[in-house]
């Protein structure tokens, strides 16, 4: 069974950077078609894809969010983190990570275990 | 980006009646050579994250109700619930994985009429 957590500062400020770790916990962190997404959720709004990581650290992010994205990885710990650069009010979110299931290296597909979430907000 | 055109944004049911929703993406998401459409559907409840439904457009997850099905091909999708039970309201989305950026539709709230 797959459990993924998030963590981090529940309220950032105008300009800053917001950071976020997810700790996942289950045998399928070193596989080598473990891929992990960040996904964002807006008050009241819909899902957008953030940014997504693979095991070995490549990773693909949102064009929409330019190069205010950062993702790593922490074998050794499980660990997957996010930073957000510049942040302003429209970056306030329910921000999940989740398993982006990997049939094989070439397609990436759906999010199939997603943590809780928690939620970010942008305010001074 | 594919854009996926989700349809209505809201519907009310009655109990055991059937829901139709509607994913319209902006070009075709059937990629040929595996003839796969590239669409899941997922459920989002309340304070839940969401949770997959259908893949491939037309696969049920295990443990996922026969009376969730998906269906369509190339650029226009559906998902039916067949009888609308108390349990089904939620928030609907379609996301496509043809292209990055994997892209989601703007989802459709089904309530109880």
């Known amino acids: 069974q797959l459990h993924l957590q998030e963590s981090g500062p529940g309220l950032v400020k105008p300009s800053e950077t917001l950071s976020l770790t997810c700790t996942v916990s289950?045998?399928?962190?070193?596989?080598?078609?473990?891929?992990w997404g960040w996904i964002r959720q807006p008050p009241g709004k819909g899902l957008e894809w953030v940014g997504t990581?693979?095991?070995?650290?490549?990773?693909y992010s949102n064009p929409s969010l330019k190069s205010r994205v950062a993702m790593s990885v922490d074998t050794s710990k499980t660990q997957i983190s996010l930073r957000l650069t510049s942040v302003t009010a429209a970056d306030t979110a329910v921000y999940y990570c989740?398993?982006?299931?990997?049939?094989?290296?070439?397609?990436?597909?759906?999010?199939?275990?997603w943590g809780q979430g928690i939620l970010v907000t942008v305010s001074s | 980006d594919i854009v996926l055109t989700q349809s209505p944004d809201s519907l009310a049911v009655s109990l055991g009646e059937r829901a139709t929703i509607n994913c319209q993406s902006s070009q075709s998401i059937l990629n040929s050579p595996n003839n796969k459409n590239y669409l899941t559907w997922y459920q989002q409840k309340p304070g839940q994250p969401p949770k997959v439904l259908i893949n491939w457009a037309s696969t049920r997850e295990s443990g996922v109700p026969d009376r969730f099905s998906g269906s369509g091909s190339g650029a226009d999708f559906t998902l039916t619930i067949s009888s609308l039970q108390a349990e089904d309201v939620a928030v609907y989305y379609c996301q496509q994985y043809y292209n990055i950026p994997w892209t989601f539709g703007q989802g459709t709230k089904v309530e109880i009429k």
């Open positions: 989740a398993r982006h299931l990997a049939v094989t290296t070439s397609v990436v597909t759906w999010f199939d275990s």
């Open positions: 990581i693979y095991s070995s650290g490549g990773t």
């Open positions: 289950g045998d399928s962190f070193k596989k080598d078609t473990s891929y």
